[in-house]
């Protein structure tokens, strides 16, 4: 079955540092979805990515999904403490099936 | 306009205890999820429904039922409760099962088995 592989598992960043995240499919993907969980929160949906290549960018935030429709990056710049939490990415395959969650990476930042 | 609304927030329960987890939605949308969040881990897949009158299983279903009452709201029952079971429930819905719509989550249930 699909497996989606999330890393790093966690980061420790200093305020001001820049930071990125890893998801990699076994399969090709129809879209990527990425979430943020805040400690103590739920899961809140921040992007979808469909197209090959695709990059989108939400503030200081910026997501990309592969050409090969096989990985995604996230990636912040200069994080600040508002930043901290899980972030999850969810793939979807091609067959209409379900989303897959990675197992998510917790950034943690120092102030 | 609530979302996702689950109930209760909190709760404890010893072994073998009985509870029915609540879980509405007002968005309209077809699909629903419980999913279970172990501390430090990620979601695992419980059971859904992708539409009204249908259940299937997800990554973890053994010890757990679920209920489609209706469109808007899907219920999770532990029938005796395990301490294996303690963890951080969510529920979720979307616009449909296909890997493509994005989930909506409520706020969770934090359980306690003793």
């Known amino acids: 079955g699909q497996q989606v592989m999330q890393i790093p598992q966690y980061q420790h960043v200093q305020e001001g540092e820049d930071f990125t995240t890893y998801c990699n499919s076994s399969t090709t993907l129809s879209n990527i979805q990425w979430y943020k969980q805040r400690p103590g929160g739920h899961p809140v949906f921040l992007i979808q990515l469909v197209k090959s290549g695709e990059v989108k960018k939400q503030k200081r935030l910026t997501f990309q999904f592969g050409e090969a429709k096989k990985n995604s990056s996230l990636h912040i710049t200069a994080t600040q403490t508002t930043d901290v939490g899980t972030y999850f990415c969810?793939?979807?395959?091609?067959?209409?099936?379900?989303?897959?969650f990675g197992g998510g990476t917790r950034l943690m930042v120092k102030p | 306009n609530a979302g996702v609304t689950q109930t209760p927030k909190f709760q404890v329960l010893k072994t073998g205890q009985s509870m029915t987890l609540q879980c509405a939605q007002d968005m309209n949308h077809n699909s629903m999820y419980w999913y279970r969040q172990d501390p430090g881990m990620g979601l695992r897949l419980i059971y859904y429904?992708?539409?009204?009158?249908?259940?299937d299983k997800g990554e973890v279903p053994n010890g757990y039922n679920v209920s489609r009452l209706n469109k808007r709201e899907f219920s999770l029952r532990l029938e005796s409760a395990a301490p294996s079971q303690t963890s951080v429930y969510f529920c979720a819905s979307s616009a449909w099962a296909d890997g493509n719509s994005p989930l909506h989550f409520g706020n969770g249930t934090r359980l306690t088995v003793t």
């Open positions: 969810a793939g979807g395959g091609n067959a209409g099936n379900m989303l897959t």
């Open positions: 429904s992708a539409s009204e009158g249908t259940t």
